[in-house]
């Protein structure tokens, strides 16, 4: 038996798991339209390879990757692109970002697709590109891209293997199904992960409040080299840093990475992606979606197509429209509102969450902070909400930083035990992008002066380059004045200014001479074109008579003014030659 | 000349503290001259504080220039594109009371901006090229101008010489990638996040 270490804090909420679990995934099907986005994970927007009005089958890539950082999208279905354009996505600021738009043709076709027969036969480097050829992008939530994660420096040791089967926050029960009815498929991706980052140990953390699926994938695992462990349900025990520790005992540093302590953490459902793409060869099409809430009247798991409507998902669960206030993108603690049930299902969708008023009301007014330190006990991350609280309302920045504000993972435990309902989370998110962009407007700055001071520095160096240029111009002026008076000092200066005109007099003599010989050249080879111009002509104008062309007439009169001119030209050069001879 | 020095206590104090103080000296001269400082560090520091927009309403030509005056005495609230949190910067370095914006100079803006040059109107007469102090803007003369806007610092600067007032500044959009949380406000403090599910516990529990 494994010894499981614990983490400080963390709330108990109410799980409301059952809701969705009564019945077995359920297929979605194809919806008429799917509308993808080409930023569904960290990392650069995806770009697209297809154009409006291709056809695309199943599978087949419509977006690649932008850069290494980045993953490709595919087709979830056969159809056709009917626009690539700006849409709603599901994103907290309601923003438009662009998306490409399918009308599915309902065949389902399959693009020609074949898995590894024998994963085992793979290197680590066809491995990895499989992955993220495939599209793979973590699926817990935050949707970093799978194969940059596995991507390791060769010298790096990993110790641990961890797969987070622990899906902690209320309502969602995504992974707990995957576990349940897919627990074989988990097992293999998590052992082709294991092939590929070869960790000393490879665990599997399930908290115990889904029994079922840790049976079944206990059943799965005999005989296989990876344990199965089992904790006590806390929320949030799914943080990557915190079941890391519960698993391991230890912490990952500040501002650090699991990475940093030799650990690595994957999603069961990104391992049954990982899974699907390397036996069978298929990409990331379509996941597990909990639809739920008393908005629904059959609150249940969907297996569905990514870029699938929310609204369409909702009619499939019985939406009542009349029971449901907001719709959220997530669960109850880390999800956000999203504007309208038209926005798409993503690779990170594990949740769509349509609450009654009664089941998840609006939160009541905020009261003044009383100091009571529940937010400090409930702290997963050990911070200080409370004075991180004030610090935020009064924007230092500095303070926040040095009370370690970016190791707050955004779990809302603190909100969430509040007696006076501060959103506290909300100031902490705020503060962070507010950071970020003073950080980034830093930069710009630091910039802008590099660029300002090499400019002053080119218009020092052009000004003392005129400077120069003056100065030269100046210090000859003055030598030619000095020339002159020594040289000539006695000389009259009239007979100089004679001397002045007869040089001056000889020059243009010489260069008029230089003249009669240009122009004697200019009329030579005035004639030698035109000739030569006549003679193209005339070819032409045999060319014509022999095809019988329409043009016979046109080319004769151009022969005939080309010899008009050859003649003048002829009679230009003898009349000048009997003027100088 | 010890027993001198033995026979009166008085001088040899007074010598050792004359030599105490001789050797002191040297060392602090030597230490003037081997660990000189280039410049005026403050000067520096402060440059770092000021926004790099190099638009000059503060009155000096950019702001490095600007730094070094108030290095040496001049008002802190000439700043208009630092605005209040660069006053307040200011004074915390300096350890100065932050005094409000001098409106003489301008008023802060609500919101970035950037040149955009209308370029069908440009003529091509280089006047902003040579306004611009960071050289963000590109054209030749008799050739249509345009602004690499991510070298642009917003300073205003192109506005004023441009002969058909082809150069507007515009904010530039928030878009998904520069959008991001704001506070809640500071009187309600609604927010439109989850997370506070705790009510809805306390129903269930007095359900129960």
Known sequence: ?581 | MLELIAQYPLLAALLVLVGMGAVFGALLGFAAVRFKAEGNPIVDQINDILPQTQCGQCGYPGCRPYAEAIANGEAINKCPPGGEAGIQALADLLDMEPIPLDEEHGEEKAAATVAFIREAECIGCTKCIQACPVDAILGAAKQMHTVIISECTGCDLCVEPCPVDCIDMIQEEESLQSWHWQLPDPVTRQVGIIATDAVAVSAQDEAA
């Open chain 1, 1 to 581: 038996m494994r010894k499981i270490f614990g983490f400080h804090g963390g709330i108990h909420p109410p799980e409301n798991k059952q809701q969705s679990l009564r019945t077995p995934i359920a297929d979605a099907g194809i919806p008429p339209q799917l509308v993808i986005p080409l930023s569904q994970h960290i990392g650069a927007p995806a770009r697209p390879v297809v154009a409006v009005g291709d056809s695309v089958l199943k599978g087949q890539m419509i977006a690649g990757p932008a850069g290494f950082v980045s993953v490709p999208m595919h087709a979830p279905t056969s159809g056709n692109i009917v626009a690539i354009e700006d849409r709603l996505i599901a994103h907290p600021s309601g923003h438009l970002a662009r998306c490409i738009v399918i009308a599915s043709d309902g065949r389902d076709e399959w693009i020609e697709h074949s898995g590894a027969a024998d994963y085992r036969d793979l290197d680590k480097a066809d491995l990895i590109n499989r992955i993220r050829n495939a599209g793979i992008a973590g699926m817990g939530g935050a949707g970093f891209p799978t194969a940059v994660k596995l991507s390791l420096k060769p010298d790096t040791r990993i110790t641990t293997l961890i797969i987070n089967g622990t899906e902690c926050e209320p309502y969602i029960t995504a992974d707990d199904i995957l576990m349940r009815e897919r627990a074989q498929q988990i097992i293999e991706g998590t052992k082709i992960l294991s092939q590929l980052i070869a960790p000393e140990e490879t665990l599997i953390g399930v908290e115990d409040n889904k029994p079922q699926g840790l049976a079944a994938l206990r059943a799965a695992a005999q005989g296989c080299a990876l344990e199965i462990v089992e904790f006590p349900t806390k929320y949030p025990s799914g943080g990557e840093k915190q079941l890391i520790e519960i698993l391991t005992g230890k912490q990952v540093p500040s501002g650090g990475l699991p990475l940093d302590i030799g650990v690595i953490c994957q999603n069961v459902g990104s391992t049954v992606a990982v899974y699907d793409a390397v036996v069978h060869g298929r990409p990331l099409i379509s996941r597990i979606t909990t639809v739920t809430g008393e908005g629904v009247a059959q609150p249940q798991n969907f297996e569905v197509m990514i870029g699938t409507p929310m609204s369409y998902l909702l009619e499939k669960a019985g939406y009542r429209p009349d029971n449901n206030k907001r719709l959220i993108m997530g669960g109850p603690m880390m999800g956000f509102t999203v504007p309208t049930a038209d926005v798409p299902i993503v690779k990170t969708t594990n949740c769509l969450l349509a609450p009654s008023e009664t089941e998840l009301p609006s939160p009541p007014p905020a009261q003044a902070c009383i100091r009571c330190g529940m937010c400090a006990l409930a702290c997963p991350a050990s911070l200080l909400p409370q004075q991180m609280f004030w610090f935020a309302q009064g924007k230092e920045f500095e303070k926040l930083e040095q009370h370690n504000l970016f190791d707050c993972i955004e779990c809302g435990a603190c909100s969430w035990v509040c007696p006076s309902n501060i959103p506290l989370v909300q100031y902490y998110r705020a503060s962070k992008a507010e950071i970020l962009q003073s950080r980034h407007d830093n930069e710009k700055s630091g910039h802008a002066r590099v660029r300002f001071e090499a400019r002053q520095e080119r218009l020092e160096r052009e000004d003392i380059e005129k400077e120069a240029k003056r100065a030269a111009r100046k210090k000859a002026a003055e030598e030619r004045a000095l020339a002159a008076a020594q040289g000539g000092g006695e000389e009259d200066p009239i007979q100089a200014a004679i001397e002045r005109a007869k040089a001056k007099k000889a020059a243009q003599q010489a260069d008029a001479g230089a003249g009669e010989e240009n122009e004697q050249e200019k009329l030579e080879k005035a004639v030698t074109t035109t000739r030569k111009r006549l003679d193209t002509a005339s070819a032409k104008l045999e060319q014509a008579r022999a095809d019988g062309s329409d043009l016979v007439a046109a080319l004769q009169t151009g022969v005939d003014k080309t010899r008009t001119k050859l003649e003048a030209a002829e009679k230009a050069l003898h009349d000048y030659q009997q003027e100088h001879a």
